[in-house]
């Protein structure tokens, strides 16, 4: 009986060896040397000298995860293919607001200031009510740190009230202390906004 079972395992490692399956395991970064990243699998202990493809910077301590294709991981066929966060939380970030009348000027509507952890992503939530008693246009523009976005949302509005809405996702490039301001110019008054930033490796 163990026989056969050795031989059915022996097939079965044999045929995913040459399979295109891809395998994946955790693994924690223990050592970096230059493009060379000394990587601990979670699961079995063993240590790989991997070149990281996950397009992210990693340091020492931090998850990731592990991928080979085939039946048998080793330092020729495995690689990082992806992090896993050390802030696995999201946090919202409220900002300071600014409502009023507008003019054809930039104004400050609502600003935010928060500390990264980590290069990462967030997203930027945005809603205001708009009176106005004119036809005419209301434009946004988003400033992440010194970086104006180049997507300008835009908001048509006449007699009466309007609601102006968008999501936005932010890069932060590096940690440390961000800043992000929301500016509009045009026509009417905007009388109630609720915004704000969310995400992983952010807080106040």
């Avoid at 079965?12 to 924690?28: D, P, T």
């Avoid at 967030?122 to 992440?144: H, K, M, Y």
Wanted: glycine share 10%.
């Amino acid at each position: 009986m163990d026989s056969l079972m050795e031989l059915i395992d022996n097939r079965i490692e044999k045929a995913l060896a040459k399979s295109s399956c891809v395998n994946s395991q955790l693994g924690v970064v223990n050592e970096i040397d230059g493009e060379i990243y000394k990587v601990k699998l979670v699961a079995t202990g063993a240590i790989y000298n991997l070149r990281n493809y996950s397009g992210s910077d990693i340091k020492v301590g931090q998850t990731v995860h592990v991928y080979w294709r085939g039946g048998f991981c080793s330092n020729q066929n495995a690689y990082i293919g992806a992090t896993l966060s050390r802030y696995n939380n999201l946090t919202y970030i409220i900002g300071n607001k600014s409502t009023g009348a507008l003019s054809q000027t930039d104004k400050t509507v609502m600003s935010f200031a928060f500390e990264a952890h980590e290069k990462t992503t967030a997203t930027l939530v945005f809603n205001a009510q708009i009176e106005s008693s004119d036809s005419g246009n209301i434009i946004f523009t988003i400033i992440n740190g010194e970086n104006t976005l180049s997507y300008t949302p835009t908001q048509t509005v006449g007699s009466g009230y309007a609601h102006c809405s968008f999501t936005l996702p932010l890069t932060i490039l590096d940690a440390g202390s961000q800043t992000v301001v929301v500016k509009a110019k045009g026509v009417g008054s905007i009388t109630g906004i609720e915004s704000y930033i969310y995400g992983q490796g952010i807080g106040e």
